[in-house]
């Protein structure tokens, strides 16, 4: 099972908007309802920040939401942050049962 | 709120079996969810090892399958991954974690294995 392909990085200003795009096969991201967003900091917990596609745990600002078409899932986060530095990750589950990464972005706060 | 600690050596000898314990406080192992071991090599981004339900039942990462196992020990609710047979690229940091539905709601730290003579 090959990872899910992501930007290496993307980064904006704060305030701006910006978009991850997370692409998989037919087999996974395009056949589960199951994408997941993880948000990771050197030395901490990670944290889940969207799951089901859409969906975004108590706790996560509505600054961050998922969305998903065919092949490829997204994660925007609008009106960036400073703590929104970090990197993040995409994951869905793949039958067999199984899950898959995908290969990381690293988001920039210029 | 859910707690994860990791813990077990942080050095292991090539070809000998790494073994990590996850001490679960703030719920049971014994409920309706799934448990899972996921790692992070250096500089690389996350792999999926494996997850299990307290009923027994098992799921593996089809490239880790012939080594991996994970066990539960219900009376200190924690739960443990065995990976044998270790090389250099086995080197990671281990994390467990929580399933919520088809996701991993609940993290732990993680702990670095280093595998080097």
């Known amino acids: 099972q090959s990872a899910l392909t992501q930007p290496r990085s993307v980064s904006g200003s704060p305030g701006q908007s910006v978009t991850i795009s997370c692409t998989g096969t037919s087999s996974d991201v395009g056949a589960y309802k199951y994408v997941s967003w993880y948000q990771l900091h050197p030395g901490k917990a990670p944290k889940l920040m969207i799951y089901d596609v859409t969906n975004r745990p108590s706790g996560v600002p509505d600054r961050f939401s998922g969305s998903k078409s065919g092949n490829t899932a997204s994660l925007t986060i609008s009106g960036l942050q400073a703590e929104d530095e970090a990197d993040y990750y995409c994951c869905t589950y793949t039958g067999s049962p199984s899950y898959v990464f995908g290969t990381g972005t690293g988001v920039t706060v210029l | 709120q859910v707690q994860l600690q990791e813990s077990g050596p942080g050095l292991v000898k090539p070809s000998e079996t790494l073994s990590l314990t996850c001490a679960v406080s703030?719920?049971?192992?014994?409920?309706?969810?799934?448990w899972s071991w996921v790692r992070q090599p250096p500089g690389k981004g996350l792999e999926w090892v494996g997850e299990?339900?307290?009923?027994?039942?098992?799921h593996y990462n089809p490239s880790l399958k012939t080594r991996v196992t994970i066990s539960v020990d219900k009376s200190k609710n924690q739960f443990s991954l065995n990976l044998s047979a270790v090389t250099a690229a086995d080197t990671a940091v281990y994390f467990c974690?929580?399933?919520?539905?088809?996701?991993?709601?609940?993290w732990g730290q993680g702990t670095l294995v280093t595998v080097s003579s």
């Open positions: 974690a929580k399933n919520g539905g088809f996701y991993l709601e609940y």
């Open positions: 299990f339900h307290h009923s027994g039942v098992t």
């Open positions: 703030g719920d049971s192992i014994s409920t309706t969810y799934w």
